[in-house]
């Protein structure tokens, strides 16, 4: 029987219904290992491969055939906009077989959520912060709720395993199955795996099940991808190129942009007119200044805005009107975004994606590509390069063009080795740690050290935390009144820990900035970070206001709108950027090689970048003298291995080297000033390097690098050595050193 035999009736009706010819790829694999296997599933497939409806299927099959006697199965989404979406496409699903679907997050009615602690059945969709909301404060109704759960889909699976926000989602995940006494099977989706059998063992951590990865075969994808470089500046002058090697331009301008108009900019203006578009860009600081110019544009030349903006800082009612407005084919506007429509969000029929500058990750690239080339259409991205016109007398590191090189390193990684970043697992979660002390204390009630230790230990996320760190941040929790020791000896939340814990806030583990609410008149229109003085103008919603009136005890902020262009006010999230990356941005310098995906500016930039590399020494030296004392170190190395190298630097070589004035550009290059000559240089650092070295060195006397977000209640001892010992990549760095040994 082949896997569409295999499906329920109203399964087939319903692909039948969709005028699906043949099941795709993905859906016999995971047909084949839910229907053929009791173990957990990895489903890897591409962007709109249909990887949802391949891992419900099977699933609702089996619910069909013996309905589970409480929630049969859970959905976790990175995102509630993600949630919402897939909820539609699942009630339609399973009208047919009367199969409940729920999902319960912030914006979802109490009502709801009442029906179905009454009537547990079905498909829950719920967020990981959601989740733990639900352990904290129905931790009675577990049981019933789950007492027959026997799937757990963790859709974009890649987005949740770096950092303490996947940690948490299977801290969750171990703690549910332990308090409604269940075992449920483990279902894993993404496009952009790095390392699946690393992903499933993570997957199937504390499961007793191995983790089956169906090997997918997908037709190839034939890419409309082009690269462009502008200067910032009206007029500058871009370097020549080779106009028959360069990539001619992919479509026709559909607009003229204003007179001195942002040459990137005024690019992107001219070719999304008529267009349903996307833009991507790095930071909500960016993504609001972009809306807020093309927006300007729009005005300039008299014409209807046509730009949208969708970022986290934004209301929800933003939000989901610029998904509205997408979904709907008839609409042809751009909207300009951040990560949060990297993901699988339905969006409708999208004919190209911009991005601006290069992402930190070929994931990010990946997913951000594959956003577009649905129903029909080939995947296009058309990358815009910035950058400012180096001054005449600037030094060489400044006269790179790093985000380009950073571009085409993303893209050859993945076009020549299909190589994707690995999970990072390798860390010492402390603030993790405290969050989920807290959170199984609050839920179980009093408990002996013995007995929390137990519970918080034992999950899988917590395997490289030391019992005696563990009795230091339990001692420290108790002297500021985060826990308190009962007469009997045993332990409960402190009144700190409570305020902690009774606050909407504490149900994620991803940093916030302190937030304040900004309203015009009635309407909210998302929240900033430190909000500016009165009478000063911020950017937000892609229009510009001035702030008529701030609230501090409230964190409301009330303004007005007014026309001009200011930058948005919201805090910096710095890329983590792998060492392969860096690695093969240097070969991009060293290498002859033209890529087919380069338009002339790009192209003419590059030429002129290897120029200069190699007339400098870049590409062979590591180390480039500036001139007199001034000297310049390329390590080539990703953001951990090059902030371990940069402390090295400075606590273990400077002394010995006269280095003053270190000055880095990470993870790209430290400048510096040196009495020391390039082979002394060189001969430290081996010797340095041969010597042992605790990762507790390169930390600052009386530093406490509070990272994520609960680090301010960890013990500074423990923040410091998870700083040391779970950040700081000292092995790549070494590595590096060892391999410039064979150097005079």
């Not at 986290?312 to 709907?328: C, H, I, P, Q, Y």
């Not at 993790?432 to 807290?438: A, E, G, K, R």
């Not at 700190?496 to 916030?512: D, H, L, P």
């Not at 338009?599 to 590059?606: D, E, H, S, V």
Request: overall charge negative; aromatic content about 10%; proline content about 6%.
């Amino acid at each position: 029987m082949n896997v569409f035999e295999r499906y329920a009736p109203f399964i087939q009706d319903f692909i039948y219904r969709n005028g699906w010819e043949t099941l795709r790829g993905v859906q016999v694999a995971a047909g084949e290992a839910i229907f053929g296997t009791d173990c957990n599933v990895l489903l890897s497939a591409s962007t709109a491969a249909g990887k949802t409806e391949a891992a419900f299927f099977p699933i609702l099959t089996l619910f069909s055939e013996d309905p589970p006697t409480s929630v049969g199965a859970i959905y976790i989404g990175p995102l509630k906009a993600l949630i919402n979406d897939q909820f539609s496409r699942l009630t339609e699903l399973c009208a047919d077989a009367e199969i409940p679907v729920w999902h319960w997050h912030g914006d979802v009615s109490q009502s709801h959520k009442e029906k179905l602690l009454k009537h547990p059945s079905g498909i829950l969709q719920i967020t990981p912060e959601s989740l733990e909301a639900l352990l904290l404060h129905k931790h009675a109704y577990i049981p019933k709720l789950f007492g027959d759960l026997r799937f757990i889909v963790i859709d974009e699976v890649h987005s949740l395993l770096r950092g303490d926000r996947g940690g948490q989602t299977l801290c969750l995940i171990e703690r549910l199955s332990r308090m409604a006494g269940v075992n449920p099977r483990r279902i894993g989706l993404s496009a952009t795996i790095g390392d699946p059998e690393g992903t499933g063992k993570y997957l199937a951590a504390g499961t007793g099940r191995e983790t089956v990865i169906p090997r997918v075969e997908e037709g190839k994808t034939k890419w409309r991808l082009s690269v462009e470089h502008f200067f910032t500046t009206p007029g500058a002058e871009e370097a020549p190129a080779d106009e028959k090697a360069a990539l001619p331009a992919l479509d026709m301008k559909t607009d003229t942009a204003p007179e001195n108009s942002d040459p990137g900019f005024a690019y992107v203006f001219e070719h999304t007119r008529g267009k349903k578009c996307l833009i991507f860009v790095n930071s909500r600081e960016e993504c609001e200044a972009v809306t807020t110019t093309l927006r300007g544009y729009c005005e300039a030349r008299g014409e209807p805005d046509r730009f949208l903006i969708h970022h986290g800082n934004l209301s929800a009612s933003f939000r989901e009107t610029a998904e509205s407005v997408m979904k709907d084919d008839e609409q042809c506007m751009t909207t300009v975004t951040t990560a949060t429509l990297e993901l699988g969000i339905d969006i409708g029929r999208l004919e190209r994606a911009f991005q601006i500058d290069a992402p930190f990750t070929v994931s990010s690239f990946l997913q951000r590509m594959g956003r577009t080339g649905r129903r029909g259409l080939p995947p296009e991205m058309w990358f815009v390069i910035r950058e400012e016109q180096p001054e005449a007398r600037a030094m060489l590191p400044e006269t790179v063009p790093w985000p380009l090189l950073q571009g085409i390193a993303l893209i050859q990684l993945y076009t020549e080795e299909r190589w994707v970043e690995p999970p990072k697992t390798d860390r010492l979660p402390f603030s993790l740690l405290y969050h989920q002390t807290m959170s199984t204390l609050a839920s179980s009630g009093e408990l002996s050290p013995a007995a929390l230790a137990s519970r918080v230990l034992t999950l899988k996320s917590f395997e490289r935390i030391d019992k005696e760190d563990y009795k230091t941040l339990l001692r420290h929790l108790i002297e500021t009144d985060h826990i308190e020791r009962t007469e009997a000896g045993g332990l409960i939340v402190g009144l700190a820990g409570e305020r902690q814990i009774n606050s909407f806030k504490f149900y994620a583990v991803f940093k916030e900035n302190e937030e304040y609410t900004v309203r015009s008149n009635s309407e909210e229109l998302g929240t900033i970070v430190m909000p500016p003085p009165v009478g000063e103008k911020i950017a937000i919603a892609g229009h510009v206001w001035i702030v008529e009136e701030v609230d501090h005890k409230r964190h409301l902020v009330y303004c007005e709108q007014v026309r001009g262009k200011v930058p948005a006010y919201f805090g910096q999230c710095p890329g983590d950027i792998n060492t392969k990356v860096l690695e093969r941005m240097q070969r991009v310098l060293a290498e002859d090689k033209i890529y087919p995906y380069l338009m002339k500016n790009a192209l003419g930039r590059l030429y002129e970048a290897r120029s200069i590399a190699r007339l400098g020494g870049v590409t062979t030296e590591p180390l480039i003298n500036l001139g007199g004392d001034m000297w310049c170190l390329f390590p080539w190395l990703g953001t951990y291995a090059f902030l371990a190298m940069e402390r090295f630097l400075k606590l273990k070589c400077a002394k010995d080297l006269g280095l003053t004035a270190l000055d880095p550009a990470r993870p790209y290059f430290i400048q510096f000033k040196m009495k020391a000559t390039r082979e002394q240089f060189f001969e430290v650092l081996k010797e340095k390097e041969k010597q042992p070295l605790d990762p507790m060195e390169l930390v600052y006397p009386g530093e406490v690098p509070l990272f994520e977000k609960y680090d301010e209640f960890v013990p500074p001892e423990l923040v410091r050595k998870g700083f040391a010992y779970g950040i700081l990549a000292i092995d790549e760095m070494k590595s590096r050193i060892r391999g410039w040994e064979s150097r005079p």
